[in-house]
């Protein structure tokens, strides 16, 4: 039988996390199932006829996923007190800019924290550990678009890092991180926003 301490290895060395960052991350989960939203039989019948049954399997492969994502996340995101350190800006000023969603945050059972794939880290002083950090070029006109969606956080992630077709550098598509990072034009991330579906989110 597993132990705890075992569990908290195999965690940390399977996927590089540990029990907070997954606990985090399955209340990050939205509480539904397969089966949880009841089809008239009638319904039942017309997507079956079409080839469109239940696959628990699918949903349990993305539901896996969406936990590791949203684990990794939190492992790696940033306090409070480090983002506020990190970009030399007043607690108040950083809550502004959370509530204005050009700072990206999410809740980690009551308290906010910030995802690092938003930021540079420009320096870390190693004998102090004090973190610099750098808002990723542009980034703050893109959010509000994403945050004011109400994306599930692993989407906006996924939107962030994920190459797009669209975003070309040297004839290789780029992830909006990446596009923005090489000073490239916001006005073709804001356009993908806009065109974007989202339904799936």
Request: aromatic share 6%.
């Amino acid at each position: 039988m597993a132990t705890v301490d075992e569990l908290d290895q195999l965690l940390r060395d399977r996927f590089d996390f540990d029990r907070s960052d997954l606990i985090s991350a399955l209340r990050a989960l939205h509480p539904q199932r397969p089966g949880s939203a009841r089809l008239t039989a009638t319904e039942a019948h017309l997507l079956d006829s079409f080839g469109l049954t239940e696959d628990s399997e699918s949903y349990d492969e993305n539901a896996a996923d969406v936990v590791a994502h949203m684990a990794r996340l939190y492992s790696m995101a940033y306090s409070p007190a480090e983002v506020a350190k990190g970009l030399n800006v007043s607690d108040s000023r950083l809550r502004q800019r959370r509530l204005h969603h050009t700072l990206w945050a999410i809740d980690d059972g009551g308290t906010w924290v910030y995802p690092a794939l938003q930021f540079e880290l420009v320096e870390s002083r190693s004998e102090s550990k004090e973190l610099v950090l750098k808002h990723v070029r542009a980034l703050d006109q893109v959010l509000p678009h994403l945050l004011r969606r109400k994306l599930h956080p692993a989407a906006v992630a996924g939107f962030l890092t994920t190459p797009q077709p669209e975003l070309l550098v040297d004839g290789k598509p780029r992830s909006v991180r990446e596009w923005l990072l090489a000073g490239e034009l916001v006005d073709s991330v804001l356009q993908l926003v806009e065109v974007r579906d989202w339904a799936g989110s």
